[in-house]
């Protein structure tokens, strides 16, 4: 079966707003999904992708796809729905999944779906789309093509394309490029994780943190490791309340025990993350903490509740 991909002209066709109720379902989706949480999604999704939004289609594939690992056939209905607004990563995971062969739904206008996704980035990338040239990356790579990938991952972070300056000082941690010792290694990720960082792009204030405390700038480690708390980032949030809480886990961690905030941060994320290991060990450690302190700690759980959509922040086209 063929699928007409309509248009050339953006990555996603999506333009219209939805109704508050069901913004404020996809928001709450959208959250659960940063955090791992991904069936309870799957309903909050729902209505958003049906009143057209190509977001909500694309995670509620992504979804389906993680859930029972592999192309499903919920999970092509969805990329199909969201391919149908030109969306590339909907394409690339058609693609992946074998839609053309398993499912017999391809493109009409092109071989497959990698050679559809590269007609929508290809063209945008080349008019200086910064997003378009992430896309292409991940385009190439289908193809196998990797100097070409690498083109355009590192056009993208030079046109400041925040995901993929985090993604290029990941590569570099891992290997990518030639230095002669460690430590230039390491200040050329930083200089890539900064920034994305100074952008607000939480995972490169994550990937800063992570560098700076290799290379023992602790106190400027704690800084960015605490903005990332801050901005909502939970595997961070955890660290800083693990600091609080017990400040000799870690050099970077503040001289200053803070146990009332540091409980603080380690309950909501027991709430809010359903983590039945960290919700164990409150239980098992509430004495630690007096009368007062315990009381102290819930009032500030109370007033950050509201404030806190806390994520994990997954890329868009991850695993």
């Known amino acids: 079966m063929a699928l007409m991909i309509t248009g050339l002209l953006a990555l996603s066709s999506q333009s219209w707003a939805l109704e508050p109720e069901i913004q404020a379902a996809k928001d709450e989706g959208m959250r659960l999904y940063g955090l791992g949480i991904a069936a309870e999604s799957i309903p909050l999704l729902e209505p958003a992708a ?14 389906h796809r993680l859930r029972h690992m592999g192309l499903t056939q919920a ?57 378009a040239m992430l896309a292409l990356f991940h385009t190439y790579r289908m193809f196998d ?27 570099i941690l891992d290997g990518r490029g030639w230095y002669l010792t ?13 920034k994305a960082a100074e952008q607000g792009y939480v995972p490169g204030m994550s990937g800063l943190a992570r560098v700076l405390n290799e290379q023992k700038s ?48 380690l309950s909501i994320l027991a709430e809010k993350t359903n983590n039945s290991l960290l ?15 315990l009381q102290e700690a819930k009032n500030l759980v109370e007033s950050w509740q509201q404030e806190l959509p806390l994520s994990n922040f997954p890329p868009r086209f991850g695993y």
Request: aromatic residues 10%.
């Open 145 to 171: 093509e990797m100097g070409q990938a690498s083109e355009w991952l590192e056009r993208a972070a030079e046109a400041g394309q925040p995901e993929a300056q985090t993604l290029l000082g990941n590569q």
């Open 50 to 63: 049906e009143a057209g939004d190509v977001d909500a289609m694309y995670y509620l594939g992504e979804i």
């Open 218 to 265: 602790y106190s400027s480690s704690w800084e960015w490791l605490l903005r990332a708390a801050e901005a909502g980032h939970a595997d961070r949030f955890l660290s800083v309340g693990w600091c609080y809480f017990d400040p000799d886990i870690e050099e970077r961690c503040p001289a200053e025990r803070d146990v009332v905030r540091g409980w603080a941060m």
């Open 75 to 131: 999970a092509m209905g969805w990329y199909l729905q969201a391919a149908e607004q030109n969306d590339v990563y909907a394409m690339l995971r058609l693609f992946q999944g074998g839609a053309c062969i398993a499912g017999d739904v391809c493109p009409e206008e092109h071989k497959g779906w990698r050679e559809a996704a590269l007609a929508i980035a290809q063209p945008q990338a080349e008019a200086s789309d910064p997003d």
């Open 182 to 194: 460690n430590g230039r290694r390491l200040s050329a990720a930083e200089e890539w994780f900064r």
């Open 279 to 293: 919700d164990s060990f409150m239980r098992e450690n509430e004495n630690s903490l007096t009368i007062e302190q």
